[in-house]
Each structure stands twice: as structure tokens, then as C-alpha cells.
């Protein structure tokens, strides 16, 4: 059955029923419909052909175990084949607040802020390395497979019927610019190592809006850039060593600009992500490509760098080793606003400012289930303006102490005063002084 119908019941393979309501989009493999079932809503996305033995025993496989994370659109269940063989499987829908990555990068949708962007790669970096984590390896990774909320970059992941334990391809190679060389030249099948080649694709177009291999060396001839600039020669844009692909200053206006406007340590990792070394079409190296959490710990230091310009109002990276710094946006020269130095890292109090558990407890980790778990907010004292305290918004009793020895205990929902010099245990692992 190539198409369904409005209204029509279909069965899951665990009995239930599920009626269609309508149709939702369509794509090379099938159509996506809006469902009804146990009167929720859901999605349902239906095969045009039967699909292979292999393929639908590893789709059930992966109903059984379950999301590696919320952030995936999960499998949940899967219908009964018709006569003809085709069966389609059941998922939760994306919420239309959500706008596709690709259309991000078409600026079509905008995020809201700097922090909103940081947060959407830290939360597909994070999801990703739940997946790896569990044993998976996702195999298609490309611009189409996400969605993001522009208020907050929360993400959904999409498109996960290809997703099979790691050395196990059901088929699949990929999409092209997002393969990884050794893919594209068909020397290695899909696996968590090029998984981990086309995440730093994406965290490359998201943050710098280009792609990491097209430059000058990009004759927009299709064939030849796939041989060419994705496979048997791919050169980063920025390879420190050798400058032939740097971007068309005329076409790629946008990698020039941006990449100059990151931190350092943003650059030198996306340098090493596309080191020849790590591209090489015969797979050699592969396995020593940055992995999840080395990308987690750039996010966590770049979230540290952002701070408010109290002169325009946006966003804009400072070096908090530094009691100065330019706004990007003005231009105004920025003094440096108190941070609480915790475990080598330089967090900056403004208000509206939210702390989390892996930045406070040495026990706790960036992690997709943790990267919002909040335990301190900053707060404006209604009676006295211009001071600022810190709200405990964690379930554990803090003590600030002063450099004269004086200790102030803060239980949940009370706050403590924002001092220079000051010294505040969390009730954990964690410990910082106010600087």
C-alpha cells in the first residue's frame, strides 16, 4: 500500500490501534501522517516499499531498548505489515515551535541570542554521545535530521530508523557534503567514526554558517567535488598548513567573518576536527577524530564566555581573564562583571544568569540529561539597586562565608548576596570564590 488514507486504522505490532488524521510531509523513503493513539496525538511515518528483513528486525530491535535520550524522535512502535509487505512506525511529533536546522542555516528562523545557538550544539553534541554511548551509531547525519526551538535551542532529533549498533549498516552511506571521506570514497561503511565526522559538519554550519571542506577549490561541478573536495583531497578551510581552499571571499562571506569572531579555543578545535590527518579517504586516523565529550567541554567554556553588553543589550564573548573587554556588537569597551571562579573555570554573574549542576558539583558532567538541570540563578535586590544575589534553586543548603570568617547558610529558595571575596560551598563537590 503505497499511500494511506484519512481515517483509516492500522494495528502496532503490540495490538494497539492507531487511526489517521492526516498527512504531515513526505520524503525519499516515505510519508510522514499525524495519528491518533490511546487519544494522543502522534506521528506515524509509512514506507512506500517494503523494506528489507534486516532493516525491520532492527527497527524492532531498537523499539525494544528505547531513546537513548528525549531528544530523539524514538521509534515507540511499529505497525503491521499489509499484504503488499509495507508497515510504517510510530513517533512522537514535533512541535511546531520547532524550525528545521536547514532552515537556520537558510536564516530563515533565528536563534534568539548567542546562548540559544551554544545551547543547540551542546544539546546535539550531548545526544549524540548518548546514542554512541549506548553502543549506536546514527549513519545519516545531515541538516535534515533536526529541529530546534529558536527561544531556547532545545532540539529534537529526527529520522531515526537508520540508527543500528555500531559496525552494522543496514544499507544506508549517507547524504553527500555530510559522508565523511572515507564514506564517500566507499573504502569504510557508516559507524560511530564517521558519525563523529558529520557532527563536526553540523557544529561547523551551525556556528559558522559554511561548510568546513567548500572553498576556493569548490568548481560547484557535483561529481567532481564529491571525488575531489569530500573525498580524495578534502581541506578544511582553515588547515593552518596549507591555505589553497580558503573561502571564496566573493560566496563565503560568512565562514570569513565568523571565524574571526569565536574564541581561539572554538577555532583550534574545529582545526583539529578537519586535520588531514583525520580525513584521509582509506580511513586512517578516523578513530582519533575529537569525540562528544572534548566538544562538550568547548561548549561548557564557550557558555562561560558570553555576557550581556550593558550598553546594546546583546550578547557578546569576553575573555573573562580579562577586567576589559570590546563588545562585538558596539564596540564598547565592557568592564568584566563579578564571576565565581570554580574548579579552573570563570563563570560571569549577570542577572537573568542560571548555573548548572556539571558547573557546580564535580561530581556531575555536561550531559544531555543534566545540560539544563539548574541550581542557581541570578537575582536583582528589589530594595537596593544594582545589587545582585545568587538564588538557590537546588535542593542542597549553601554557606557563603567572608574573608573575615563569617558564615551565612542558605537553605533551597533563599539567596545569598553577591560579594567580591566571597566563598560559597554548594552542599556538593562544589566550592567557588566570588573574583
Same mark, same amino acid.
Given at each position: 500500500m503505497a499511500k494511506l488514507?484519512?481515517?483509516?486504522?492500522?494495528?502496532?505490532?503490540?495490538?494497539?490501534?492507531?487511526?489517521?488524521?492526516?498527512?504531515?510531509?513526505?520524503?525519499?523513503?516515505?510519508?510522514?501522517?499525524?495519528?491518533?493513539?490511546?487519544?494522543?496525538?502522534?506521528?506515524?511515518?509509512?514506507? /512506500?516499499?517494503?523494506?528489507?528483513?534486516a532493516f525491520y528486525k532492527n527497527l524492532c530491535e531498537n523499539v525494544k531498548r528505547g531513546a537513548p535520550a528525549e531528544t530523539f524522535l524514538w521509534p515507540l512502535a511499529i505497525t503491521e505489515k499489509d499484504a503488499d509487505g509495507s508497515f510504517g512506525y510510530v513517533m512522537k511529533l514535533c512541535p511546531k515551535k520547532y524550525q528545521p536546522l536547514s532552515q537556520y542555516l537558510l536564516n530563515n528562523a533565528r536563534f534568539k541570542n548567542l546562548s540559544t545557538m551554544i545551547n543547540a550544539g551542546t544539546q546535539i553534541t550531548a545526544s549524540f554521545r548518548a546514542l554512541h554511548n549506548q553502543g549506536d551509531s546514527y549513519q545519516d547525519l545531515n541538516d535534515g535530521n533536526f529541529f530546534i526551538d529558536p527561544e531556547t535551542g532545545s532540539i529534537l532529533i529526527c529520522d531515526n530508523d537508520n540508527v543500528a549498533p555500531h559496525g552494522t549498516n543496514l544499507g544506508i552511506l549517507g547524504k553527500p557534503r555530510y559522508m565523511a571521506p572515507e564514506v564517500v570514497c566507499?573504502?569504510?561503511?557508516?559507524?560511530?567514526?564517521?558519525? /563523529?565526522?558529520?557532527?563536526?559538519?553540523?557544529l561547523f554550519l551551525l556556528f559558522f554558517r559554511g561548510h568546513p571542506l567548500e572553498g576556493m577549490r569548490d568548481n560547484c561541478d557535483r561529481e567532481d567535488n564529491e571525488k575531489s573536495l569530500f573525498c580524495k583531497m578534502p581541506i578544511f578551510v582553515f588547515d593552518p598548513n596549507d591555505s589553497t581552499n580558503r573561502p571564496n571571499p566573493a560566496i563565503h562571506r560568512n565562514v570569513n567573518v565568523l571565524w574571526n569572531v569565536y574564541p581561539p579555543f572554538v577555532r583550534n578545535l574545529f582545526i583539529k576536527a578537519f586535520d588531514k590527518n583525520l580525513m584521509r579517504s582509506n580511513g586512517t586516523?578516523?578513530?582519533?577524530?575529537?569525540m562528544e565529550k572534548e566538544w562538550l567541554k568547548m561548549f561548557q567554556k564557550l557558555r562561560h564566555s558570553v555576557i550581556v553588553c550593558p550598553e546594546c543589550g546583546d550578547e557578546t564573548f569576553f575573555n573573562m581573564k580579562k577586567e576589559n573587554h570590546k563588545c562585538m556588537n558596539c564596540d564598547v569597551n565592557i568592564t568584566r562583571p563579578a564571576v565565581l571562579s570554580i574548579r579552573d573555570e570563570l563563570i560571569p554573574?549577570?542577572?537573568?544568569? /542560571?548555573?548548572?549542576s556539571w558547573e557546580i558539583d564535580a561530581d556531575k558532567e555536561l550531559s544531555i540529561d543534566s545540560v539544563n538541570e539548574a541550581w542557581a540563578q541570578v537575582i536583582a535586590n528589589p530594595k537596593k539597586p544594582g545589587v545582585f544575589g545568587l538564588?538557590?534553586?537546588?535542593?542542597?543548603?549553601?554557606?557563603r562565608h567572608t574573608p573575615g570568617g563569617k558564615e551565612f547558610v542558605c537553605a533551597p529558595n533563599g539567596q545569598v548576596t553577591i560579594i567580591r571575596t566571597n566563598t560559597i560551598k554548594f552542599g556538593t563537590k562544589g566550592e567557588g570564590i566570588i573574583v
Open positions: 488514507t484519512k481515517n483509516q486504522v492500522l494495528t502496532t505490532l503490540d495490538g494497539k490501534s492507531i487511526r489517521v488524521i492526516d498527512k504531515l510531509g513526505e520524503g525519499g523513503q516515505g510519508i510522514v501522517y499525524k495519528i491518533k493513539c490511546d487519544n494522543k496525538n502522534y506521528a506515524l511515518k509509512w514506507y /512506500r516499499k517494503p523494506c528489507e528483513e566507499q573504502n569504510h561503511l557508516p559507524d560511530t567514526y564517521s558519525d /563523529r565526522f558529520s557532527l563536526a559538519v553540523i586516523g578516523r578513530g582519533d577524530r575529537v554573574l549577570q542577572f537573568g544568569k /542560571r548555573l548548572y538564588k538557590n534553586i537546588s535542593n542542597n543548603t549553601w554557606y
